[in-house]
């Protein structure tokens, strides 16, 4: 390789292999179990593989090693991938999702059909010039499917806006991606792994820079991680929630944490804890969500309050807090909800 193929190749491995980190933490770490980040980190583990398989094939100069000798039958498995994580998050109850491991056992069961029967470095041509084609359509297939699921349902989603968004820049991205592929040829599949490498870091930057945005589209599931917390916590928690209906403790814009704790004769710590680890939130969260909710009440029921004066009496210490707040939780204005009131 020359000088300047060293540094597309390395730019372009440096992308795949971040990618896997990131696939890695997502399928591994408990706190992303659920569904939807689950189906997004095997899609992003069967892309970064087809990556990775062009990067090597463009400065592949003897024998294929094992890797391409695989050819691409499980490039089968990335559309439907994408297609199922898109219904999880816009469609979690439907259909597909109810039965998606069915789904993708079927297009496993092909794949492993075409490994047998049609393998690779004895029908290399076939694979080359007709199955691969094939395959790069039904990619196409499902991400056009879920494109049109995601336009669908983007006016259905009022309070889930940023996660359409997310899926509608992904779907775009993806075909970017599917462009590069489809439409050139052997001899500069670089330029795939450069535009997924271009891509990436893209969505890496911004994903860790927004982080409030990142907590909505990769939503972390609630661990309970000691059992003999456990054990005490759903008690404490009543009793949390009783005291804050029943004493609107939230109205105070200056509560601490430990005047809770008092409330709840527990220990700041052990307060803490409870609201960290079992309940999933920081103090200051769960707070302004019981002052939130007040809010939303006061909007409904008092028409002629101000929306200043609606967040001072659901403990706000300023306008801009409650604004801030109410946007957060709301994906909306305080004046926006209540013209629609």
Same mark, same amino acid.
């Given at each position: ?66 890797? =391409? ?70 990619? =196409? ?22 996660? %359409? ?9 993806? =075909? %970017? ?53 456990? !054990? ?10 009783? %005291? ?25 710590? !052990? ?71």
């Amino acid at each position: 390789m020359n000088y300047i193929s060293q540094i597309l190749f390395f730019f372009g491995a440096l992308g795949v292999f971040n990618s896997f980190i990131v696939t890695i933490y997502l399928l591994a770490n408990k706190s992303y179990s659920n569904l939807n980040n689950r189906l997004f980190g095997i899609f992003l583990l069967l892309l970064n593989l087809r990556v990775l398989k062009s990067l090597f094939y463009a400065f592949s100069t003897e024998e294929p090693i094992w890797f =391409l000798q695989s050819g691409p039958s499980f490039f089968l498995l990335i559309g439907p991938l994408f297609f199922c994580y898109t219904l999880s998050v816009i469609k979690p109850n439907s259909f597909w999702i109810k039965y998606w491991k069915h789904h993708i056992l079927f297009w496993l069961i092909l794949v492993v059909f075409l490994i047998i029967f049609i393998p690779f470095k004895e029908y290399n041509n076939l694979n080359k010039t007709i199955i691969l084609p094939i395959i790069n359509l039904q990619w =196409l297939f499902f991400i056009l499917l879920s494109g049109i699921f995601i336009k669908l349902d983007f006016k259905s989603h009022k309070n889930n806006q940023i996660k %359409i968004k997310w899926l509608l820049i992904l779907t775009m991205a993806i =075909l %970017i991606i599917w462009t590069s592929y489809m439409f050139t040829s052997f001899d500069y599949f670089i330029s795939g792994s450069i535009i997924f490498s271009i891509l990436f870091y893209t969505f890496f930057l911004f994903f860790f820079f927004r982080k409030k945005t990142t907590s909505k589209v990769f939503e972390k599931v609630k661990l309970k991680n000691n059992i003999i917390y456990s !054990e005490k916590s759903n008690p404490l928690i009543n009793q949390l929630n009783l %005291i804050m209906d029943n004493e609107r403790l939230f109205i105070n814009p200056n509560l601490k944490l430990s005047e809770l704790a008092e409330k709840l004769n527990i220990s700041t710590h !052990e307060l803490s804890k409870l609201i960290n680890e079992y309940i999933g939130k920081n103090f200051t969260d769960l707070i302004n969500e019981y002052r939130i909710k007040e809010a939303k009440q006061l909007i409904q029921e008092n028409s002629l309050y101000t929306i200043e004066a609606i967040g001072h009496q659901s403990g706000f210490n300023s306008k801009s807090a409650f604004y801030k707040a109410f946007k957060r939780y709301t994906d909306t204005t305080p004046a926006k909800f209540k013209a629609q009131q």
